[in-house]
């Protein structure tokens, strides 16, 4: 599923939509909408908080530079190393680089969509270095070798006796379909993994410039192990996640975990700056922050497709999206997916591999609605699709010379009142040779636009004297 | 350090950004206002409400009860091995002594991770709370470890009203340039399977909170 796709093919996939994916997704939605909605009662700045958090965040990507050199510098102060990697390729070859390096056989994973974005997993399975995911339902999807299916929950589309069934051939133990005790056999499983792994890899949730600090959200607490066990520990993360302090976060975290799940936060929230800093005290003793552009960085020149960098990840426009919530994730054929995917993908993988996706959308607006930073997504969904039939250029729409020349020249007619009247009159008597039958077949250029294709009706009067005859 | 001549990926930006290196930043937009707390005891019925809402176990409690409470906690919960923080605060309740007569194997917080996950209970000191999320705020230092919170099956907090903070900004402002700091909000937990909530996934999946005057 993160193979990173030469070509999506939207609207053949959701022809072919498996029929209990739908059903599965459209619980998940209902269910983390029906929360998000409880939370949003209690808070009556709901709306400023998505303001302050939209101006912050665009504010962030405006200065973006900036803000990467300050988060190096503290990260590096902190005692952390900082990799640049500009495309997709380099992530993975600086992390398996490390990999190597400290001799890694096992690595525990983070549920992290930059690393599912450059296909980390599968460079660490050619390189035979187990790469295990933590996340349980990301554990689950990695066993049965398939995709996600919701950004939130992942394997939210499989039955627990399938759960069962396969915990049962993979892990080798007996598995009654009770979701408790599959749940404390993936504890027991993953603890042996936490434990003994050389290596925890991560995305973050944010990067905060200030202090060179990762943040990490998660329920299960897996996050927490694989950053706190292991002696190394990687992150891979797209250079959009900076914010500038932690005041900033301060209205991000608020945001995050309501328009999510519609919990209030998550269970855990881990803020880590650098390794370990003394011996006997327990975290990794080595950190890497590996800051992934693959596209990013291009993006930026596109003033309005650049909106799609304050991107939170909560998942909360694939809850409302009518088409999302119909043909679950795979329809959008890499690993984001709903109206955010439809947004991401053309702008990372091209409008050519992409061009279906701006097209999947009603434009309904109910993404535009629930987004907590803000990102106008029909506006760009509108853009991007702009963009696919005019080949990808990024300047702003621009109405032909003709058709700006002809609203001018409209405006003036209709605007001046001599001219107006003057145009009452001299139509009638310009148009009444061309006219037969009250029709008119044919009109010179520009005007045979129109007359291409239906006939013109010929004038019957003016609108004035008409006015006038009927007030009498 | 690598300047951001040699960083193709920062140079990128600046390009695509039409900035040049070194150019002024203007001020982050302003954030909300920070939160009046009410009065203490209502800051503290609060986040043990809160606290109870997720799942935790969370009480009032005091010295006198504490022996009780702790052969209750042990019993209910089978704990055989535990490992404390070391605080003063801790050392004031003589929780470890207490744990040692109720039968309990004490094992060392800097003890090797493997050796570590052998307890049944991690006991913790709160550095912070939130009573808003009903969170818990615990920093790291080596008589601190971060396992002790984590890797045992049940966590058992104690906290001092001095830990009360009125919000997220009150937190920040006296945590933000510590190396680490962990937010707690109830046990371990996820919805994966099915959607059906389950308690106690690879955090702890005991989260018991004590609070003491």
């Given at each position: 599923m993160s193979?990173?796709?030469s070509?999506i093919?939207f609207?053949e996939?959701?022809?072919?939509v498996?029929t209990?994916?739908?059903?599965?997704?459209?619980q998940?939605t209902a269910?983390?909408?029906g929360n998000r909605q409880?939370?949003?009662?209690?808070?009556p700045q709901?709306?400023?908080?998505?303001q302050?958090?939209?101006?912050?965040r665009?504010?962030?990507l405006?200065?973006?530079?900036s803000?990467?050199e300050?988060?190096?510098?503290?990260?590096?102060q902190?005692?952390g190393t900082?990799h640049w990697?500009e495309?997709a390729?380099?992530?993975?070859?600086?992390?398996?680089g490390?990999a190597?390096q400290?001799n890694?056989?096992?690595?525990?994973?983070?549920?992290?969509?930059?690393?599912?974005?450059?296909?980390?997993?599968?460079?660490?399975?050619?390189?035979g270095i187990e790469a295990i995911?933590t996340d349980l339902?990301?554990?689950i999807?990695q066993?049965?070798g398939m995709?996600p299916?919701?950004?939130?929950?992942p394997?939210v589309?499989?039955k627990?006796e399938e759960?069962?069934?396969?915990?049962?051939?993979?892990l080798?133990?007996?598995?009654?379909?009770d979701?408790?005790k599959?749940?404390?056999i993936a504890r027991t499983?993953?603890?042996?993994?936490?434990?003994n792994?050389?290596?925890?890899i991560?995305?973050a949730?944010?990067l905060?410039a200030e202090?060179?600090?990762l943040?990490i959200?998660?329920?299960e607490?897996?996050g927490?192990?694989?950053t706190?066990?292991p002696d190394?520990h990687v992150?891979?993360v797209?250079?959009?996640?900076v914010?500038?302090d932690?005041?900033?976060?301060?209205?991000?975290?608020?945001?995050?975990a309501?328009?999510?799940?519609?919990?209030?936060?998550?269970?855990?929230t881990?803020?880590?700056?650098?390794?370990?800093r003394?011996?006997?005290?327990?975290?990794?003793?080595e950190?890497h922050?590996v800051?992934?552009?693959?596209g990013r960085?291009k993006?930026?020149?596109d003033?309005?497709?650049r909106?799609v960098?304050k991107c939170i990840?909560?998942g909360?426009?694939l809850?409302?999206?009518?088409v999302?919530?119909?043909?679950?994730?795979?329809a959008y054929?890499?690993?984001i997916s709903?109206?955010i995917g439809?947004i991401?993908?053309?702008?990372?993988?091209?409008?050519?591999a992409?061009r279906?996706?701006p097209?999947?959308s009603?434009?309904c607006?109910?993404?535009?609605?629930v987004?907590p930073?803000?990102i106008?997504?029909?506006?760009?969904?509108l853009?991007?699709?702009?963009?696919?039939?005019e080949g990808?250029s990024?300047?702003?729409?621009?109405?032909?010379?003709m058709v700006?020349?002809?609203a001018?020249?409209?405006?003036?007619?209709f605007?001046?009142?001599?001219?107006?009247?003057?145009?009452t009159?001299?139509?009638?008597v310009?148009m009444?040779?061309?006219?037969?039958?009250?029709?008119i077949?044919a009109?010179?250029?520009?005007?045979?636009?129109?007359?291409?294709v239906?006939?013109?009706p010929?004038?019957?009067?003016?609108f004035?004297?008409?006015?006038?005859?009927?007030?009498? | 350090?690598?300047?951001?001549?040699?960083?193709?990926v920062i140079?990128?930006v600046?390009?695509?950004l039409?900035r040049?290196p070194g150019?002024?930043?203007?001020?982050r937009?302003p954030i909300l206002?920070?939160r009046?707390?009410?009065?203490q005891?209502?800051?503290?019925d609060?986040l043990?409400?809160e606290?109870?809402?997720?799942?935790?176990v969370?009480?009032?409690?005091?010295p006198?009860r504490l022996?009780?409470?702790?052969?209750?906690l042990?019993?209910?919960?089978?704990?055989r091995?535990?490992?404390?923080?070391?605080t003063p605060?801790?050392?004031?309740l003589?929780?470890?002594a207490?744990?040692?007569r109720?039968?309990?194997e004490?094992?060392?917080?800097?003890?090797?991770k493997h050796?570590?996950?052998t307890?049944?209970?991690g006991?913790t000191?709160?550095?912070?709370?939130?009573?808003q999320?009903g969170?818990?705020a615990?920093?790291s230092a080596?008589?601190?470890?971060?396992?002790?919170?984590?890797?045992p099956?049940?966590?058992?907090a104690?906290?001092?009203?001095?830990?009360?903070?009125?919000?997220?900004?009150?937190?920040f402002a006296?945590a933000?340039r510590?190396?680490y700091?962990?937010f707690?909000?109830?046990?371990?937990?996820?919805?994966d399977?099915e959607?059906t909530?389950?308690?106690?996934?690879?955090?702890?999946?005991?989260?018991y909170?004590?609070?003491?005057?």
């Amino acid at each position: 599923m993160s193979e990173t796709p030469s070509y999506i093919e939207f609207a053949e996939y959701s022809e072919h939509v498996p029929t209990n994916i739908p059903a599965a997704v459209q619980q998940a939605t209902a269910r983390f909408l029906g929360n998000r909605q409880l939370r949003i009662g209690e808070m009556p700045q709901w709306e400023e908080l998505r303001q302050a958090a939209s101006d912050i965040r665009l504010h962030t990507l405006l200065n973006l530079d900036s803000y990467l050199e300050k988060l190096e510098q503290q990260v590096t102060q902190a005692g952390g190393t900082v990799h640049w990697a500009e495309d997709a390729e380099a992530a993975r070859q600086i992390v398996l680089g490390l990999a190597r390096q400290h001799n890694v056989k096992t690595a525990v994973k983070v549920k992290s969509m930059a690393t599912e974005e450059i296909n980390l997993n599968h460079a660490f399975e050619q390189a035979g270095i187990e790469a295990i995911e933590t996340d349980l339902g990301e554990f689950i999807i990695q066993l049965a070798g398939m995709g996600p299916s919701h950004i939130i929950v992942p394997a939210v589309h499989m039955k627990k006796e399938e759960i069962a069934q396969l915990f049962q051939e993979k892990l080798g133990v007996d598995a009654p379909p009770d979701p408790i005790k599959l749940t404390a056999i993936a504890r027991t499983a993953l603890r042996e993994k936490f434990l003994n792994a050389e290596m925890g890899i991560s995305g973050a949730n944010f990067l905060v410039a200030e202090t060179g600090t990762l943040v990490i959200v998660t329920n299960e607490g897996n996050g927490r192990m694989c950053t706190t066990l292991p002696d190394l520990h990687v992150a891979v993360v797209g250079i959009d996640k900076v914010v500038p302090d932690w005041e900033s976060l301060t209205v991000l975290l608020k945001l995050l975990a309501r328009s999510a799940t519609g919990q209030k936060i998550t269970t855990y929230t881990s803020f880590m700056t650098g390794p370990r800093r003394q011996e006997g005290e327990s975290g990794p003793k080595e950190f890497h922050l590996v800051m992934l552009d693959n596209g990013r960085s291009k993006i930026l020149q596109d003033p309005v497709g650049r909106d799609v960098l304050k991107c939170i990840r909560c998942g909360c426009c694939l809850n409302v999206c009518p088409v999302y919530k119909n043909v679950g994730g795979y329809a959008y054929g890499w690993f984001i997916s709903g109206p955010i995917g439809a947004i991401f993908s053309p702008q990372v993988l091209g409008t050519e591999a992409a061009r279906e996706l701006p097209f999947a959308s009603s434009l309904c607006g109910a993404c535009v609605d629930v987004c907590p930073v803000k990102i106008p997504i029909t506006q760009i969904l509108l853009h991007l699709r702009r963009r696919v039939v005019e080949g990808d250029s990024i300047a702003p729409a621009s109405a032909a010379p003709m058709v700006r020349s002809g609203a001018k020249l409209g405006a003036l007619a209709f605007g001046v009142p001599w001219l107006y009247k003057l145009g009452t009159q001299l139509l009638p008597v310009l148009m009444a040779p061309l006219a037969k039958a009250g029709w008119i077949k044919a009109l010179p250029a520009p005007a045979n636009r129109w007359t291409r294709v239906r006939p013109f009706p010929a004038f019957a009067g003016g609108f004035r004297q008409w006015w006038h005859r009927r007030k009498k | 350090m690598k300047t951001s001549a040699s960083n193709p990926v920062i140079e990128n930006v600046r390009r695509s950004l039409g900035r040049q290196p070194g150019q002024a930043t203007p001020a982050r937009p302003p954030i909300l206002p920070a939160r009046q707390p009410g009065d203490q005891e209502a800051e503290l019925d609060l986040l043990l409400k809160e606290i109870n809402a997720v799942a935790g176990v969370a009480q009032r409690m005091d010295p006198t009860r504490l022996e009780a409470a702790l052969a209750d906690l042990v019993q209910s919960q089978n704990v055989r091995r535990a490992c404390l923080w070391q605080t003063p605060f801790i050392q004031e309740l003589q929780l470890t002594a207490l744990l040692q007569r109720l039968g309990v194997e004490i094992i060392p917080a800097q003890a090797e991770k493997h050796v570590l996950a052998t307890c049944d209970l991690g006991v913790t000191e709160v550095d912070f709370a939130l009573p808003q999320t009903g969170t818990l705020a615990l920093l790291s230092a080596p008589e601190k470890p971060r396992t002790v919170s984590l890797v045992p099956r049940v966590h058992l907090a104690v906290l001092r009203p001095q830990a009360l903070g009125a919000d997220l900004h009150q937190v920040f402002a006296e945590a933000s340039r510590q190396p680490y700091l962990i937010f707690i909000t109830g046990p371990s937990r996820t919805s994966d399977i099915e959607l059906t909530l389950t308690i106690g996934v690879h955090g702890p999946q005991g989260l018991y909170v004590w609070a003491f005057a």
